[in-house]
C-alpha cells in the first residue's frame, strides 16, 4: 500500500494543492468499511510462509482489495480517513448521505470479485466487507508529531453512530443511521430490509 491515499487523505491533497485549509468543523457523511477474512488469510500466510514473506503475501493479496475499494471511494469524492489494517474510516465532505450509501453499495458489488481468495498452498479463505454510514457534523484535527508522522482525526457523535452501524453490520451488509434515510426522503428512496438498535438507543 506504497500510496500517498495512506498518508495524507485525498481531500487534504486537494486542499494542499490549492493552497488552502480543511476547516477543523464540518458536515458530511462517514463511512466505515471493514474486511471480515483479512485475519484468517494472514494467519494462514504467517504460518505457511513465515513472519516476513507471509506479511508481504497478506500485502500483495490485500493490496487489490484496497486499491478498488479507494478508487469507488473516490469516484463518489470521498477520502479515506485512516487505516486500521483490515478497516478504513472514509470522510464525505458535505454529503447528506445518498453518495456515501450509494458508494458503500458500489463497494459490496466490487467485493465480490474478491469473495475467494486462495493462499500459495492452495487453502481458501472467504473475504467479506461490511458497511456503515452516519452523517452529521464532526470536528477534524490534525494530530502527531511534525518529526515523524501527522495523521487526520475526526471525532464527533457522527462518529460514534457509525461506530454503532459497523457493530451492528452483518458481513456483506451495508447500514446506515436513522438521520441518513429520515433526511433523504425514506422508504420511497430507500429499500430498507431490517431497523436495528443499538445498546444506548432507546427507541
Same mark, same amino acid.
Given at each position: 500500500m506504497d500510496s500517498p491515499s495512506i498518508y495524507i487523505s485525498m481531500d487534504r491533497r486537494h486542499a494542499i494543492v490549492a493552497g488552502s485549509d480543511l476547516p477543523d468543523r464540518t458536515s458530511g457523511a462517514a463511512l466505515?468499511?471493514?474486511?471480515? =477474512?483479512?485475519?484468517?488469510?494472514?494467519?494462514?500466510?504467517?504460518e505457511e510462509m513465515g513472519p516476513t514473506r507471509g506479511a508481504e503475501e497478506v500485502l500483495r493479496q490485500i493490496n487489490p482489495i484496497y486499491d478498488v475499494l479507494?478508487?469507488?471511494?473516490?469516484?463518489?469524492?470521498?477520502?479515506?480517513i485512516n487505516?486500521?489494517?483490515?478497516?478504513?474510516?472514509?470522510?464525505?465532505?458535505?454529503?447528506? =448521505?445518498?453518495?456515501?450509501?450509494?458508494?458503500a453499495i458500489g463497494m459490496q458489488r466490487l #467485493?465480490?470479485?474478491?469473495?475467494?481468495?486462495?493462499?500459495?498452498?492452495?487453502?481458501?479463505?472467504?473475504?467479506?466487507?461490511?458497511?456503515?454510514?452516519?452523517?452529521?457534523?464532526?470536528?477534524?484535527?490534525?494530530? =502527531?508529531?511534525?518529526?515523524?508522522?501527522?495523521v487526520d482525526v475526526l471525532a464527533g457523535a457522527t462518529l460514534d453512530r457509525m461506530? #454503532?452501524?459497523?457493530?451492528?453490520?452483518?458481513?456483506?451488509?451495508?447500514?446506515?443511521?436513522?438521520?441518513?434515510v429520515n433526511d433523504n426522503g425514506g422508504s420511497a428512496v430507500f429499500v430498507i430490509s431490517d431497523w436495528r438498535k443499538g445498546e444506548s438507543e432507546t427507541e
Open positions: 466505515f468499511a471493514d474486511i471480515s =477474512g483479512f485475519t484468517a488469510l494472514t494467519g494462514l500466510l504467517l479507494i478508487a469507488e471511494l473516490h469516484r463518489y469524492h470521498g477520502s479515506v487505516f486500521a489494517g483490515d478497516s478504513i474510516t472514509c470522510w464525505l465532505d458535505g454529503d447528506n =448521505g445518498l453518495r456515501a450509501t450509494a458508494c #467485493m465480490s470479485d474478491f469473495a475467494t481468495l486462495t493462499t500459495p498452498s492452495g487453502k481458501e479463505v472467504t473475504l467479506a466487507i461490511k458497511v456503515a454510514v452516519a452523517t452529521g457534523p464532526v470536528r477534524r484535527f490534525i494530530v =502527531g508529531d511534525p518529526d515523524i508522522q501527522l461506530a #454503532m452501524g459497523e457493530g451492528l453490520a452483518k458481513k456483506g451488509e451495508v447500514v446506515v443511521s436513522a438521520d441518513v
